[in-house]
C-alpha cells in the first residue's frame, strides 16, 4: 500500500478551477433500448397525439394548429394531430443552435455531442449551513447569480436560481432579469409567463447586446424553458410566452412534467410515451408558428415514491429515462434538455449519490443541456449554497473526463519505462518532471491529503470545505464590466416599465 | 412543483433490500479509445515486454517460462516475451469460468457481460461514526464479513475486508479463511502471499464443500488477486502463490499497480501500456503453468496527487483509464476487474462523488468484478462501516439500473393515458394501481420525505442513516447453515494447521 505524503503546508489558498470550457462529449452516445424499442415509443406517442390529443388552453394557439392542419372541435380545447403533419411540423425544428450572450466568449452552442451546464432555477427556498432553509429572497438570488458568473462550470443561468419572493409578482421579472443582466455576462433567461415578461426581456437582450430587432431575430439572445401541464395540456401563459419567444426567433424548451405516478403512467416506458407526445406537440406548434425557429426537447421524467407521493430523483428509473431521452431527440435530431436531479433535504451523501446518477446518465445519454447543473436540492424545492460547490466539482470532473486522451507515442511512455526500469518508481523521471504538473485534474472540493494530516486540520468534510469556498468566491467576486451607455438604458428601461406598472400578476 | 407529502408513520422499520441478484449488464460496454488507438496500447506493451521485459523473482516461474520459449539470462531476472509467444499464450486463457461457493446459490460467473461487486479489501485500518478511527483487528473482520454475508449487494469477499493485525501473522490466515467459511456462504478467497496459505485455503475450500481434488480442479472455489510490484516486477511470495493456485485450477487475477506519476508513467496511457505488459506477462505465465486456467485481467490505474504522492482515486483519470481497460479485455477476451474506489477520510459527500465516478466507469466499460464494492475509503487505507452502507445503497441503484425495461403494449400504457386524459392524475388509475408497490426502486438509505417531516425527524443525513443501518443489519445477522461434519472437520483443520506453526512468515 501507498503511503500518502502529508500536504504540503506552504500550499496558497486561492481557489483554483478549471478554465472555463465549451464541451463536446467525444465518446459515443449510449442506448439502452433497441431501434425497435425507440419506434414503439415513438409511434404510441403519434397514436395518443391523433386519438386523445392535447389541450392547448388558448384560443389562438388552436386557431394556429387548426390552419396548420391538426383537428380542433369548436367549443373543444382537445387539439388532434395527423402523424403526418406531426413529423412534417416537428421536422422543421432546426438540428441545433447558437444562444447569444453580451460576451461573446460565453455564447452557447445546443446540438451535436454539446454539453451545457445551467445553475439550479425556480426553487421556492433556500439554504445555507450557516443560516439553514428560509423562503427565497433577491439577496440569496444575486448571491446565486454571482457564484453562476464566477463559477467556470455554469455556462447558464436558466431560471431564478431561486425565486425572489421578497419582490413584487408584477415587477420581479424586471428586477430579476437586469440582475442577471448585469451580475453575469452570461446567456439570459425569461420565464414564459405571459407575452410581457418575455417581451421585457428581449429588450433587456438588445440593449445589453446593443442590437437591434432583425439581429436578435437571427441571433437568439435568450432561452425559456415550458413546463406541460402533465398529461396532455399547454396552459395559457406558457403558450403566450412560446408564441413571443418563437415569433421572434428565440428558442424555447418543451419540458413535459412526467412524474410516473402521478402525473404520467406508473411504468417508466408509458411516461416517457406522454413525454415524447407532449414534447413534440410543442415543438409542433413552434414550428407552426415559425418554421426552423430554434427549440429544445425536454426531458424530466422520472418517478413519484409511491409510498409518499414524494417525486423522486437521481433514481434508476430516472437514469433510464433519461438515456432514452436522449435516443428519442436524435432519432428526431433536437437538441436536448435533462437534468442534475436529486431529492435530498441536505447537500450530503444522497444529495451526491442521486446527483451522480442524474448526472451520468445524462454524459452517457449526450444531453446538451444538463439543467439543474450546481445547488439543487429537495426535488427542486430548495437551492442550495454548499451544493453548489460540491455540483461544481463534480462538473469539473466530468468536464476533465471529456477531455480526450492523446495517444501520441511520448504519451504511450515505453522509454520512459524502459528507463525507470522494474522495480523503481516514476517521481523522478524526465518524462514525469516536465508533466507533472498539468497531468492531472487538480480537485476544487477533495481533500487527498492523509488521514492524519486531515485529522490535524480539523476532520473537515467535503461539505464543510464547500461552505469555505461559496464564501470566499462571493467575497472575491467581479461584476463582468457592462457599458455605461447600455448599463443606462437597462437602467432607464427597468424604471419606465416599472413605473408602467410590469406584468400582469399570474 | 409538486407538492411533497409526508411519509406515512405507520412505516415499518424493517431492512429492505433488493433480492440477491446475478446481474448482467444489457446495455453496450463504452469505447472511448478508438480501436487504433487500442492498439497502439497493445503494441507498446507487446514491445516493453519483448525489449525490456520484466523481472520474475521466483527462479521457478523463469525457468517454467524458459521451457515456454521466453527469453531469460543466467544471473538475470528480467524475462522477455516474443510478441508472438506471448499473443499465443494469452489466447490459451479461457474468456469466463464460473467460482464455486459453498451456496450453489452464490456461485458466480466471470465473463461475458456478468457484473459482480466485492466488499472492501486489504485495509489496515477500519473505522465507523461511534468509535471512530482504529488498526483492523478480527472483531471488525468479522463484523465486516457478516455485513457482507447479510448484504445482498455482495457477491463476494475478495480479500480481508480488514486486516486482522491483532492475530499472529502465521496463523492469521487459518482463522480469516475459516471466519470467511462459516460466518458467509459466498465464495473464498485467500492471499497469494507464499505456497501455504494457498494450499490451506483451498483445503478449507475441499472440507465446506465437502468435494475432491478433482472436483476442486474442475470446479474453482477459491480466487486471489496478485498486484504486480509495479513497475515490471513480479515477486517471489505472489508467484509461489499464483502457481499453487493456478496449478489446482483456480483463477488469479493479476492487477498491476500502476499509479500514474508513482509506480507508472505520468500519462494515463503510458499507465496502461505498463498495465496492459503486467497484466498480459502474469497471464501468460499462468497459462504457461497450466493451459486452459481461469485468470482475469485486474485494472487499477489511476493516479497520484502531484502535490503530495497520495493516490487519488475516482478521479477523471481513473473514470478514462478504467473504460480503456475494459476496452483491453474485451479484445484479449478475458474477464476484468477494476474498483469501486475512493480517496476520502471520511463517508462524505467526496467519497460518494468520487466512488461514482468509479462505479459509472466500471459500469459503462462493462467490468465483471468491481472490488471494493463496498466501504473503501483514504484509497484503501481505511474500511468504513457507514461506507460500506452507502455503497450498498449506490449499488442496489445500479443493479435496479441494469434490469431492462418492457416495452409490451400495456407497458406503453397509451390506454391508461387516454383514460386518465388531459389535466388529471395518475394515482387513482387502475393502471397504477396495478402496479404502484413494485413499479420503482425503494431505497436503502434516501430519505424522500419532505424537508418538514426530515426536520422534525431531527435532519438525519444518509451518513448518519447509514450508521443505524449497519447496527441493525448486524443485530438481525443470522448465520448460514454449515453442516455439522463440515464445521467439525473444519475445526479440526484449523487445529491441526495452527498446531503445526500455520505459514511462515514474511
Known amino acids: 500500500m501507498v503511503r500518502r505524503a502529508r500536504r504540503n503546508p506552504r500550499e496558497s489558498n486561492s481557489i483554483k478551477q478549471l478554465p472555463y470550457r465549451h464541451l463536446r462529449n467525444p465518446y459515443p452516445a449510449l442506448a439502452i433500448a433497441s431501434e425497435d424499442e425507440i419506434e414503439a415509443i415513438h409511434h404510441a406517442s403519434l397514436a395518443l397525439l391523433r386519438d386523445t390529443g392535447m389541450r392547448f388552453l388558448l384560443p389562438e394557439a388552436r386557431e394556429i394548429l387548426k390552419q396548420a392542419g391538426a383537428q380542433t372541435e369548436t367549443g373543444s380545447e382537445r387539439v388532434r394531430f395527423d402523424p403526418d403533419l406531426l413529423i412534417e411540423l416537428v421536422s422543421k425544428a432546426p438540428p441545433s443552435f447558437t444562444l447569444h450572450a453580451r460576451n461573446a466568449g460565453h455564447n452557447l452552442f445546443f446540438g451535436e455531442n454539446a454539453v451545457n451546464f445551467s445553475m439550479v432555477a425556480s426553487t421556492p427556498n433556500v439554504s445555507c449551513l450557516d443560516k439553514g432553509r428560509r423562503t427565497g429572497n433577491f439577496h440569496d438570488y444575486c448571491n446565486l447569480l454571482k457564484l453562476g458568473q464566477s463559477l467556470n462550470t455554469t455556462h447558464l443561468i436558466a431560471g431564478y436560481p431561486v425565486e425572489p419572493i421578497d419582490l413584487p409578482p408584477t415587477t420581479r421579472h424586471l428586477d430579476a432579469i437586469a440582475a442577471l443582466a448585469t451580475l453575469t455576462d452570461k446567456p439570459l433567461y425569461a420565464y414564459a409567463l405571459g407575452d ?172 446538451n443541456l444538463i439543467m439543474h447543473g450546481l445547488g439543487w436540492l429537495e426535488g427542486g424545492l430548495c437551492a442550495n449554497y454548499e451544493k453548489v460547490i460540491l455540483d461544481a466539482e463534480m462538473l469539473q470532473m466530468m468536464s476533465e473526463y471529456l477531455q480526450p486522451l492523446s495517444f501520441a507515442e511520448d504519451e504511450l511512455a515505453v522509454k520512459a519505462i524502459d528507463e525507470v526500469g522494474p522495480g523503481n518508481h516514476f517521481f523522478q523521471s524526465a518524462h514525469t518532471i516536465e508533466r507533472y504538473e498539468h497531468a492531472f485534474y487538480s480537485p476544487l472540493v477533495s481533500d487527498w491529503s492523509n488521514f492524519e494530516t486531515w485529522q490535524e486540520n480539523g476532520e473537515v468534510t467535503a461539505t464543510q470545505k464547500a461552505n469555505k469556498i461559496w464564501k470566499q468566491l462571493l467575497a472575491e467576486y467581479n461584476e463582468p464590466l457592462l457599458e455605461q451607455d447600455c448599463a443606462e438604458q437597462l437602467d432607464e428601461f427597468v424604471q419606465k416599465r416599472k413605473a408602467e406598472g410590469g406584468a400582469p400578476s399570474l
Open 196 to 367: 410581457v415578461r418575455i417581451n421585457d426581456g428581449l429588450e433587456i437582450a438588445k440593449i445589453i447586446r446593443g442590437i437591434d430587432e432583425q439581429t436578435l431575430q437571427e441571433q437568439p439572445s435568450l432561452i425559456t424553458i415550458v413546463n406541460a401541464n402533465s398529461p396532455l395540456q399547454y396552459d395559457i401563459p406558457m403558450l403566450q410566452g412560446v408564441l413571443s419567444m418563437v415569433r421572434r426567433g428565440q428558442p424555447v424548451a418543451f419540458t413535459p412534467f412526467t412524474l410516473a405516478g402521478a402525473m404520467a403512467p406508473v411504468t417508466v416506458v408509458g411516461a416517457l410515451v406522454q413525454q415524447n407526445a407532449e414534447a413534440l406537440a410543442g415543438i409542433a406548434f413552434a414550428q407552426a408558428v415559425n418554421p426552423g425557429c430554434p427549440v429544445m426537447y425536454g426531458s424530466f421524467t422520472s418517478n413519484v415514491d409511491m409510498k409518499s407521493g414524494s417525486p423522486a430523483f437521481g433514481t434508476p428509473e430516472y437514469a433510464k429515462a433519461t438515456v432514452i431521452s436522449g435516443q428519442l431527440a436524435r432519432k428526431y435530431q433536437i437538441p436536448l434538455r435533462a437534468s442534475n436531479a436529486n431529492a435530498s433535504n441536505a447537500p450530503d451523501a444522497q444529495s451526491v449519490y442521486e446527483s451522480q446518477m442524474s448526472l451520468w446518465s445524462c454524459i452517457n445519454g449526450h444531453i
